[in-house]
C-alpha cells in the first residue's frame, strides 16, 4: 500500500471513529479538531486546576526580590495586590510593628528614607516598624486589601493611619451619584453596600470578585503589572511590536526611583490658598464606616490596633470648615475611646511642614515621629514588649527571599539630626 | 450579556441546570423562552415588544394561512411587516440622510429630521430566520407549529439570538418538540466549541483589533505596509469574532442538547470565491441562495440572469450587514470577483494548472480587498486607504510580531486540517496539549475583553 492509501485510510477511520462517538451526527462538529471526550476534558481540568494552585507559588520561589529595611510598595506596583500580599507575609515575618494606610504613610511627597515609619524606625533605632502604606488608597480600598489580601497581618501591632481628607467632600466620600473614578475600585464592594459613584459594568466588578478568591488570577495581575507595565500581553506587544514578550519576564521585580515622585514643598510656599471644606457627616461618611471595618477586622485577626488620626493641615482650612472639623475629631475620638482602642490625634504641626492639606514634609514626618514616641498610648501599646511574637517556622521560606539584613545589621542611621 | 463576559457565566451557571433538572418535563421550553428573553432583555428591556411583536405576527400569519385559500396574500403581509420593521429600525438614518442629501444636492433647504432609532441587537438575525419560517411554509416544506411557546423559543432561542447562526426551523423546530437526550459527550462537545470560540474572540479576534482600529481611525496617518497588514489582521479578525461567537452559541445548545447549523468552514482555505461564500456565513448565505438567488430565477435563464440574480443578491447582502453605502459597494465587490472566478473557475487552466495555495492566496486577497469597504467608516476614508495602499511610502508599519505568529500558527493548522495531516490534528496528545494550551493563554495573557461582538450591530 502507498503511504497516501496508508493515511488516506488513517484518516478515514479517525472520521469514522469520532463520528460515531456523536449522538447528533448529522450535523458537523466543527471546521477543526479540538474535540475532547469527557475523560479529556476531566483530565485537562485537573492539570489546569493543578497548575492555577501551583503556579503562584513556584513563582514565589521563582521571583526573587530583596527588601531594603526602608521598603515600600513602590507607586508603580501600588495595584498588584498579589505582591501586597506577599509583602505583607514578609514584613509580618521580619518587622514588629506595621504600619498601615494611605499615601500619608506611604510618603507620597518624599523619598523612601523620608516616611513616617522611616522616622520612627531611627528613634527607635532599630527596625521596628514597616512601611504598609499603599500611594492613593484610600479607607473604602483599605478595608478591601486588608480583608482579602491582608490575611497575615494578624497577632502583630499595627499602627493603622485614618487620614481625614477622605471626609473632606461627598466626593473624596465617594457618596456622589455622578461617575467618579476613584483609586483601586478592585478593593472596593462590587455590589453590596452600594456606592453611589461607582458603575463599572457587572462584567469587571464579577470579574474583581472573583479575583479576590483566586491567588491565581490576581497572580496574573502581578505578571501585567510589574513585567508588562501593567498592560495585558496584547497591548503590551502593540508598545512593543519587535519585542520578545519572553525577554520581559526577567522573574526579578523592577527597581523604581526611590525619590519622591512630586514636589517637595510646602503648600504656603506653592501659594496654595485656603479651603472651605464640605466636610461629610461621620454617621453616614462612607470612608469612616470602611475605616471602622478595617479596625474591627485587624481586631479580629488578634493585632494590636494603634490608630493614627492626621494630623490634618488645619491652617489649610477656612469658614465653618474648622469647627466643623473639630467637631468630627471630637466624635471620631468618642469612638475609639468608647471602643478602647489605642490612638493619638496630634495637635496640627506648624504651618511651614504641610505639603497640602493632609501630607507632611520631611521634617513634619520627623516631627510627627518623635511626638508618637513621646505618647503614653503609643508607648504602652506599640513600643511595649510583644505579646504574641510570630515564630520564623510560620512563613514560608520562598517569601521575599530572605533578608537577614533587616533583623540582624545595626542600624544605618541612627545618629539623626531631627532639627532640620 | 456577551458569551465572553462574566455576567453570561453566572446566566449559564443558573439557567443550565435549571434546564437539565426540566429537560424531560413541560417546563423546559418555557425555561428556554424565559431564559432568552431574559438574556435579550438584558440588552435592552424595550427590545422584548419588538422580538414579542414579530414573532407574534409570523405565528398568527402562519395560523391564518393554514385556514385561509389566500395563502400568498398571508406570506405577503408577513414580508412587508418583517421588511418594514428591519427597514424602519435598521435603515431609517440611512434613508433620511440620503433624502436629505438629495434634497439639498436639489436645492431645497428643508430638512427630514433624523429619526434617532437604537437599532435592535439581532433584529436582522431573528427577523431572517422568522421569515424563513413563513415562506418554508408558504412552500409546504415544514409543518405548522402549534405551540406559541415552542415558536417564539425558535425565535429567541438564546445561544443564536443575537448574530445566529439563522437556523432553519425544519432544523430547530424539530429539536424543542422532543426533550433532548444530553450525553456526556455533548456537554464535552459543547466545551471543546466553547473554549475554542472564546480563544477565537478574547485572544485573537480582540487583539486583531488593537492594531485594525488604531490604523483603520485614522488611515491618512499610515503607509502601505500598515494599511495592507491592518486589512489582512481585520480579515482575520473579523473571521475570528465572528465564527468564535457562532461556535460559543453552538456549543452552548450542543451543552443542552440541541444542534446549531455549521456556520464557518476555514472560510480562508477557499479556492474561489463561490467556495468562500460556502464556508463562510453558511446559514447567511444559504438563506440568500434559497429565498432571494433562486426566487429571482438562480441560474436557470441564462448568463446574464444568471449574473443579474448574483449581483442582486450580493449587493443586497451587503446592505443587510449595514446601512451605508460601504456595505453596498462591498456586496458589489464581492459580485465582481465571484464574476471573474466563476469563469475563471470554467477554464481548464485555471482548473489544472494553477496550484491549490496559489488560488487560495488569491482568494484571500481578493476577500481581504473587500473588507477594505466594509470596515472603513466612509466611502471616502476606504478611498484613502486603496489609494495609500498603492500609493504612499514604506514606513516602517509596527505591528506586533506575536499577532502575526499566531495568525500564522492558526493558518497553518487549518492548512494542515484539510490535508493530509489531519491525523496529526486528531491525535489525542495533541488535541489536549492545544485546550491546555488555549486555557493557560487564556487565562494568563488575554484581556479581560468586553469589547462586542462586531456582528452584533448587524
Avoid at chain 1, 501586597?84 to 514578609?90: D, Q, T
Avoid at chain 2, 443564536?160 to 424543542?176: S, T
Avoid at chain 2, 499577532?403 to 492558526?410: E, G, K, Q
Wanted: hydrophobic content about 45%.
Amino acid at each position: 500500500m502507498q503511504k497516501k492509501d496508508i493515511l488516506d485510510a488513517r484518516c478515514s477511520m479517525l472520521d469514522t471513529r469520532r463520528s460515531r462517538k456523536s449522538r447528533i451526527g448529522d450535523v458537523p462538529f466543527g471546521s477543526n479538531c479540538v474535540r475532547l471526550s469527557g475523560y479529556e476534558w476531566i483530565f485537562v481540568g485537573i492539570v489546569a486546576l493543578a497548575l492555577f494552585c501551583f503556579v503562584p507559588t513556584l513563582w514565589e520561589r521563582l521571583e526573587k526580590s530583596e527588601p531594603a529595611p526602608d521598603y515600600r510598595l513602590p507607586y508603580e506596583l501600588g495595584n498588584d495586590y498579589w505582591l501586597y500580599s506577599r509583602y505583607c507575609r514578609w514584613a509580618t515575618s521580619k518587622y514588629e510593628t506595621l504600619v498601615i494606610g494611605d499615601s500619608v504613610i506611604w510618603g507620597h511627597f518624599v523619598s523612601k528614607y523620608d516616611t513616617l515609619p522611616d522616622y520612627l524606625n531611627r528613634i527607635a533605632g532599630r527596625d521596628q516598624f514597616a512601611n504598609l502604606g499603599v500611594d492613593g488608597i484610600h479607607p473604602v480600598a483599605l478595608a478591601g486589601l486588608l480583608k482579602y489580601y491582608g490575611h497575615d497581618i494578624s497577632n502583630k501591632k499595627v499602627v493603622l493611619h485614618f487620614n481625614p481628607l477622605w471626609m473632606s467632600s461627598r466626593k473624596h466620600d465617594l457618596q456622589t451619584e455622578k461617575e467618579f473614578r476613584f483609586n483601586h475600585p478592585r478593593l472596593v464592594p462590587q455590589f453590596i453596600p452600594n456606592i453611589p459613584c461607582y458603575k463599572d459594568p457587572y462584567s469587571r466588578r464579577i470579574s474583581a470578585l472573583v479575583e479576590r478568591y483566586v491567588p491565581f488570577l490576581s497572580w496574573t495581575s502581578h505578571l501585567k503589572i510589574t513585567y508588562f507595565e501593567s498592560m495585558d500581553l496584547p497591548r503590551w506587544t502593540m508598545e512593543h511590536p519587535y519585542e520578545n514578550p519572553a525577554n520581559a519576564v526577567t522573574f526579578e521585580l523592577p527597581a523604581f526611583a526611590n525619590n519622591s515622585r512630586n514636589e517637595h514643598i510646602s503648600w504656603t510656599e506653592k501659594g496654595t490658598s485656603k479651603a472651605d471644606f464640605q466636610w461629610v457627616e461621620l454617621e453616614t461618611s462612607l470612608q469612616w464606616n470602611f475605616f471602622q471595618r478595617s479596625v474591627k477586622l485587624l481586631k479580629e485577626r488578634g493585632n494590636s490596633v494603634f490608630v493614627l488620626v492626621g494630623p490634618f493641615n488645619e491652617h489649610m482650612l477656612k469658614g465653618e470648615s474648622i469647627e466643623i472639623y473639630r467637631k468630627m475629631k471630637s466624635k471620631i475620638e468618642d469612638w475609639l475611646q468608647q471602643n478602647n482602642i489605642a490612638y493619638y490625634m496630634p495637635a496640627t504641626l506648624p504651618s511651614e511642614l504641610y505639603v497640602d492639606a493632609s501630607h507632611p514634609m520631611s521634617e513634619g514626618y520627623a516631627m510627627l515621629a518623635k511626638q508618637l514616641f513621646e505618647n503614653e498610648s503609643f508607648k504602652t501599646s506599640i513600643l511595649a514588649p510583644s505579646l504574641k511574637p510570630r515564630s520564623v517556622g510560620d512563613y514560608s521560606s520562598g517569601d521575599f527571599a530572605s533578608s537577614d539584613a533587616v533583623t540582624h545589621a545595626p542600624y544605618r542611621r541612627a545618629k539623626m539630626d531631627f532639627s532640620r | 450579556m456577551l458569551f465572553h463576559t462574566w455576567p453570561f457565566a453566572l446566566f449559564f451557571i443558573i439557567v443550565y441546570p435549571a434546564y437539565l433538572a426540566l429537560k424531560n418535563t413541560k417546563l423546559r421550553v418555557p425555561w428556554l423562552l424565559a431564559a432568552s428573553y431574559f438574556f435579550y432583555a438584558c440588552f435592552n428591556p424595550l427590545y422584548l415588544i419588538l422580538i414579542s411583536y414579530s414573532t407574534l405576527l409570523d405565528y398568527t400569519v402562519v395560523m391564518k394561512m393554514a385556514k385561509s385559500a389566500r395563502r400568498k396574500m398571508w406570506l405577503s403581509i408577513s414580508i412587508v411587516n418583517n421588511l418594514v420593521l428591519l427597514g424602519f429600525f435598521k435603515y431609517g438614518g440611512f434613508v433620511t440622510d440620503n433624502l436629505n442629501l438629495l434634497l439639498s444636492s436639489l436645492g431645497i433647504t428643508y430638512f427630514l429630521p433624523a429619526p434617532g432609532i437604537i437599532l435592535p441587537v439581532g433584529i436582522s438575525f431573528y427577523i431572517f430566520q422568522s421569515m424563513s419560517y413563513t415562506i418554508d411554509y408558504y412552500r409546504g416544506n415544514i409543518e405548522r407549529e402549534m405551540s406559541f411557546i415552542r415558536y417564539a423559543t425558535f425565535v429567541s432561542l438564546f445561544p443564536r439570538l443575537v448574530a445566529g447562526p439563522i437556523e432553519r426551523a425544519k432544523n430547530l423546530l424539530p429539536q424543542l418538540h422532543k426533550p433532548p437526550r444530553v450525553s456526556i459527550q455533548d456537554v464535552a462537545d459543547g466545551l471543546s466549541l466553547f473554549v475554542v470560540g472564546f480563544f477565537k474572540k478574547v485572544a485573537l479576534a480582540d487583539y486583531m483589533a488593537l492594531y485594525v482600529d488604531r490604523v483603520y481611525d485614522a488611515p491618512e496617518q499610515f503607509q502601505a505596509p500598515a494599511l495592507v497588514l491592518a486589512t489582512f489582521l481585520f480579515s482575520w479578525q473579523i473571521y475570528f469574532d465572528f465564527s468564535g461567537y457562532t461556535d460559543m452559541a453552538r456549543g452552548v445548545a450542543r451543552m443542552m442538547g440541541l444542534s446549531l447549523m455549521l456556520n464557518f468552514n476555514n472560510p480562508y482555505l477557499a479556492t474561489g470565491l463561490g467556495d468562500f461564500w460556502s464556508r463562510w456565513h453558511i446559514s447567511l448565505s444559504s438563506w440568500f441562495k434559497d429565498y432571494v438567488y433562486i426566487p429571482l430565477g438562480g441560474n436557470r435563464k441564462g448568463k446574464f440572469n444568471t449574473y443579474r440574480n448574483m449581483f442582486l443578491t450580493m449587493v443586497i447582502s451587503g446592505l443587510w450587514h449595514g446601512a451605508a453605502w460601504t456595505f453596498v459597494i462591498w456586496g458589489a465587490v464581492h459580485a465582481l470577483g465571484r464574476f471573474c472566478t466563476r469563469e475563471l473557475e470554467r477554464t481548464s487552466f485555471y482548473k489544472e494548472r494553477v496550484p491549490k495555495v496559489v488560488k487560495q492566496l488569491l482568494v484571500f486577497v481578493f476577500v481581504s480587498f473587500a473588507w477594505i469597504f466594509f470596515r472603513a467608516e466612509t466611502i471616502s476614508d476606504a478611498w484613502v486607504i486603496v489609494t495609500r495602499i498603492f500609493g504612499s511610502g514604506l514606513a516602517n508599519p509596527y505591528c506586533p510580531l506575536l499577532a502575526l505568529a499566531l495568525i500564522f500558527a492558526v493558518w497553518l493548522y487549518q492548512f494542515a486540517y484539510e490535508s493530509r495531516l489531519k491525523w496529526v490534528l486528531e491525535l489525542r496528545y495533541v488535541r489536549v496539549g492545544i485546550v491546555l494550551l488555549v486555557i493557560i493563554y487564556l487565562t494568563v495573557f488575554a484581556p479581560a475583553s468586553e469589547k462586542a461582538f462586531i456582528y452584533l450591530q448587524f
